[in-house]
């Protein structure tokens, strides 16, 4: 069921590949080309530091809350941080696989007039950051489904995935599709919790203890 659900985001991703391997398109280029003709030393700095907290962030959240729900024995808890932990598990598997079955250039690889302004060394489709950084916020969201949690996770998101534009590392689309896949990922991870224990354990998958 997992696999079966993963493969159906690849096979959908897939209808992106024409768009992917034309990598003169016009709408990539030209938001690239305006980024590296605006860009400046400050805010270059200011989303390298937002895109070096992606990993950070991405692995703290879920471990936070996994820990917390252990330490009060709270199964509701427990519940969130594994599923939070599924999810990023489920979208680098998706991200991988994408990358190397496209296996697009980076735009600087491409374009010499690109300057990057951080490291890659993966292929470029879909973004890595951004995949992880939007199942972060959406798993975090669908277990705590609050405006304020809501609001600033996915500020962070977008930001991640904007700073990897500015740094002259991903194309738009790669952006694009990572955003599809880390919130694809966490919303198809939900969904199969809820299967598997309606299934196996004659219950219902909760996120969030019911009032």
């Not at 305006?34 to 990993?55: A, F, G």
């Not at 950070?56 to 959240?61: E, K, N, Q, T, W």
């Amino acid at each position: 069921m997992i696999i079966r659900n993963l493969l159906l985001i690849v096979a959908c991703l897939l209808l992106l590949k024409p768009a992917a391997r034309a990598q003169r398109t016009s709408l990539d280029m030209q938001v690239l080309n305006e980024m590296m003709e605006n860009r400046h030393e400050d805010p270059v700095e200011l989303y390298q530091q937002i895109s070096n907290t992606t990993n950070y962030i991405s692995m703290l959240v879920p471990v936070t809350v996994l820990v917390t729900g252990i330490t009060r024995n709270d199964k509701v808890t427990i519940n969130k941080g594994l599923y939070m932990a599924e999810s990023l598990a489920a979208s680098s598997l998706v991200t991988l696989g994408l990358k190397y079955t496209f296996k697009r250039n980076r735009p600087f690889a491409d374009h010499p007039f690109i300057v990057p302004a951080s490291n890659g060394g993966s292929p470029s489709f879909p973004s890595g950051h951004t995949s992880e950084a939007f199942t972060t916020a959406t798993s975090l969201t669908m277990a705590y489904p609050k405006w304020y949690v809501a609001v600033p996770a996915y500020a962070w998101a977008a930001s991640v995935g904007y700073s990897r534009m500015y740094l002259g590392v991903h194309y738009p689309s790669d952006v694009l599709a990572g955003a599809i896949v880390g919130t694809g990922s966490a919303w198809l991870m939900y969904r199969v919790n809820r299967w598997l224990t309606r299934k196996y354990c004659k219950g219902s998958f909760k996120l969030k203890v019911q009032s």
